[in-house]
């Protein structure tokens, strides 16, 4: 082979190899944020937030309220200001949010067993093969 024809083919696996990783790094990245009781939206609830953000952030309604002193008898890490206690519950993991008098969030917490943020290969998963959400 000549030395034109050798530079042209090095040239297109790195633009292949350039490719494949662009690719790679798109189905992999973190989905935008989705309503519902996930483990993403873990994160998202913050101290600080009043109850109605929190119904705005999971796209569902409060629950009805709980007395705090029955989630940490279920041996949950309840904040000792904590008044209120909200579980939103689903088949994914179930979010429980820790209210003061004024409906503010003191903390949250997920419980259940897929309650973890995804890594890159469920990520990868997803993006492959969509279910219905």
């Known amino acids: 082979m000549s030395q034109r024809v050798t530079h042209l083919l090095i040239w297109l696996l790195l633009a292949l190899l350039l490719a494949s990783v662009g690719v790679f790094l798109w189905l992999i990245r973190p989905e935008p944020p989705r309503p519902g009781i996930i483990p993403e939206n873990i994160e998202r609830v913050t101290p600080g937030m009043?109850?109605?953000?929190?119904?705005?952030?999971?796209?569902?309604?409060?629950?009805?309220?709980?007395?705090?002193?029955?989630?940490?008898?279920?041996?949950?890490?309840?904040?000792?200001?904590?008044?209120?206690?909200?579980?939103?519950?689903?088949?994914e993991c179930d979010i429980w949010v820790y209210l003061d008098a004024d409906d503010t969030v003191l903390g949250c917490e997920g419980v259940g067993d897929r309650c973890h943020l995804p890594g890159w290969q469920l990520r990868l998963t997803r993006r492959l093969a969509p279910e219905e959400r």
Request: glycine residues 4%.
């Open 50 to 91: 009043k109850a109605d953000e929190v119904e705005q952030l999971l796209g569902l309604k409060c629950p009805p309220r709980m007395r705090a002193i029955s989630a940490s008898d279920a041996g949950l890490n309840v904040p000792e200001a904590a008044v209120w206690a909200l579980l939103f519950s689903d088949k």
